[in-house]
C-alpha cells in the first residue's frame, strides 16, 4: 500500500508522521522534499519553490522516479500544489502520480487560524506569509488537484479533517496519525 500524505504548510503534517511512526512498525517513511532537496543541491529547502519551473519539474520528476521503485508500505511526505510565484504547481502532475503510483491521497485540513499560528511560531521554516484567505483557498485548489490525480492513478482520496477547534496541535496529530494507522491494518 502507498499512501500519500499531504497538507498546507504549517498544517502539522510532518509531526502527524512522527506519531505515526510510532505506532506502525510496518511502514516506510520517506519525505519527497527531502528527496528534492538533495538532488537539487540548494542551501534551504525553502528556496526550492523559487526554481525556476523548467528547472523544477526536472527535480521533482527525478525524486519521483527515485521514490518510486521503493516497494511494500509506504507513506510519502509530500504537497497537493507548491505556491510559487507564478501560481500553484502541481505536486503530482501525471508523469509524477504514475511513476509513484499512490493507492491512497491524503489531504489533511485544519482551521486557516490554526495553520497561521503554527506558521508564526516555526522560526525554522521560512513559510510564506499568506492571509486566512490564502490559506482556505490553497486547501480548497488541493482538493481539486488531487481530484485530478486520483482520476489518473485510480487512487482513493481520503480527507482527515482536523478543523474541530477543542484539540491542541499535538492532539490534532495524534488523532491524524491514528486515522492514518488505520489505512494499513491487514496490510
Ligand atoms: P516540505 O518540507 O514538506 O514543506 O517540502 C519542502 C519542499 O519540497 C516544498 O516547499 C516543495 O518545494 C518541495 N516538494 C515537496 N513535495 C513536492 C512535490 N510533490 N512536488 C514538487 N515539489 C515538492
Ligand atoms: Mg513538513
Redesign the pocket.
Known sequence: MKVVVTAV?GCG??TVLKYLEKIANNVEFV????V??EISKLGD??E??SLPVEK?RKI?LA??KKIGKMKGNIII???CT?KKPEGY????PED?VRALSPDVIVLIEKNPQDILKQRKKDKS?KRDSETLGEIELQQQMNRMFAAAYATISKATVKIISLRYKERKAFQHAIDASKKLAELFKGD
Open positions: 504548510p503534517k510532518t519525505n519527497f522534499g527531502d528534492m532537496f529547502r525553502d526550492m519553490r523544477y521533482q525524486a519521483a511526505d509530500t504537497h507548491i504547481y502541481p505536486g503530482l509524477i521554516r
